[in-house]
C-alpha cells in the first residue's frame, strides 16, 4: 500500500521558517523523482519544487533563494525548508512522487501552510 505522509505546516509570521516532511512507504523512492505542490484557495495546483531520484533540484520561480527542497533515501523521505515566508506562500502543501514521465503518480493528503501578516 502506497502511503505519503506530510507533516510540518502550521501558523507562522511573515518572515519566518518551516520545514515540512513528507514520509513515504510502498514505493521505490530511491528510484523516483518525489516534489511539492502547493494549492491555495481558489487557485490550481501547482508545483513549488521537485527532486530527482539523482539528487537535482529544481524550483518555481516564486521560491528560488527561500525554498530547499531535499530528500533521504534512508529514511523515505523528502523535505521542504521554507524560509522567509510570505502571506501569499499560504497554501495546502502536497508532496507526490513521480512516475518516469515526471508527472505525479501518487500524493500525500496535504498540509496547511497559513503565513500572516
Known amino acids: 500500500q502506497v502511503q505519503l505522509v506530510e507533516s510540518g505546516g502550521g501558523l507562522v509570521q511573515a518572515g519566518g521558517s518551516l520545514r515540512l516532511s513528507c514520509a513515504t512507504s510502498?514505493?521505490?523512492?530511491?528510484?523516483?523523482?518525489v516534489a511539492w505542490y502547493c494549492q491555495a484557495p481558489g487557485e490550481q495546483r501547482e508545483l513549488v519544487a521537485s527532486?530527482?531520484?539523482?539528487?537535482?533540484?529544481k524550483y518555481a520561480d516564486s521560491v528560488k533563494g527561500r525554498f530547499t527542497i531535499s530528500r533521504d533515501n534512508a529514511k523515505n523521505t523528502v523535505y521542504l525548508r521554507m524560509n522567509s515566508l510570505k502571506p501569499e506562500d499560504t497554501a495546502v502543501y502536497y508532496c507526490?512522487?513521480?512516475?518516469?514521465?515526471?508527472?505525479?503518480?501518487?500524493w500525500g493528503q496535504g498540509t496547511q501552510v497559513t503565513v500572516s501578516s
Open positions: 507526490a512522487s513521480l512516475s518516469s514521465w515526471g508527472t505525479p503518480d501518487y
Open positions: 510502498g514505493i521505490a523512492f530511491r528510484f523516483k523523482g
Open positions: 527532486i530527482s531520484s539523482g539528487g537535482t533540484p
